[in-house]
């Protein structure tokens, strides 16, 4: 998608969600409860990007690589996961704003209750127009070309398609989500995309700023869409 022309504001951001351990050591509270309060500030996000006229966020949440970690914090975070999104299918909030939830990723590859619970939330928000809200779930880069590729592939076996029919066009069909975000950022310091939206982020414009996610304020926000309006974006012109 393209940023509005008039007000030079972006249609899509991403975010990589980081620090929500380390914001709870600081505190000295357990590690798992991090991810509780970064719950809470996906909550006000939301609203904050509906508020300034963001029509979709993209946000990386749990990778295809997360399932490595300890399995005490996994089964955290299915069960956060799975509460999370009973309570927003429920909620009237989402409908009185218009809001969209939609998952990209290999979700498959999660429980049964996180699975159905996902489900449910798209089904109960998929007429609203107002803002989409994409969690990577699941989710990695270099997994979403690889699963693209083997779907053309499979039309290629079937006889459906030809090779030489194959076109960038054609490939975006076959990602979880093709819409390009103007704008990634990163919390928590790092300064790397993760494997995130490694084909969408081609021309995006990247932010890393030091607070963990936790401690994201709207002010934050409002700075970084300030810088970005500011910069010029040549797509390699």
Known sequence: MKEDSASGMPRHVAIIIDGNRRFARKFLNHPFKGHDDGARKIDMLIDWAKELGIKELTLYVFSVQNFKRPKDEVDYLFDLFERKFTELSKSKKLKEKGIRINFIGRM??????????????????????????????????????????????????????????????????????????????????????????????????????????????????????????????????
């Open 108 to 237: 498959f590859m999660f429980p049964k209750g996180v699975q159905e619970s996902a489900k449910k939330l798209m089904e109960t928000t998929n007429e609203n127009k107002e803002l989409v809200v994409n969690f990577a779930l699941g989710y990695g880069g270099q997994e979403e070309i690889v699963d693209a590729a083997r779907e053309i592939a499979r039309k290629v076996k079937r006889g459906e398609l030809n090779p030489e029919d194959i076109s960038e066009d054609l490939f975006e069909e076959c990602l979880y989500n093709s819409s390009k975000p103007e704008i990634v950022i990163r919390t928590s310091g790092e300064k790397r995309i993760s494997n995130f939206l490694s084909y969408q982020s081609a021309y995006s414009e990247l932010f890393f700023i030091d607070k963990l996610w936790p401690e994201f304020e709207k002010e934050d926000l409002l700075e970084i869409l300030s810088e970005f309006k500011s910069r010029h974006r040549r797509f390699g012109k």
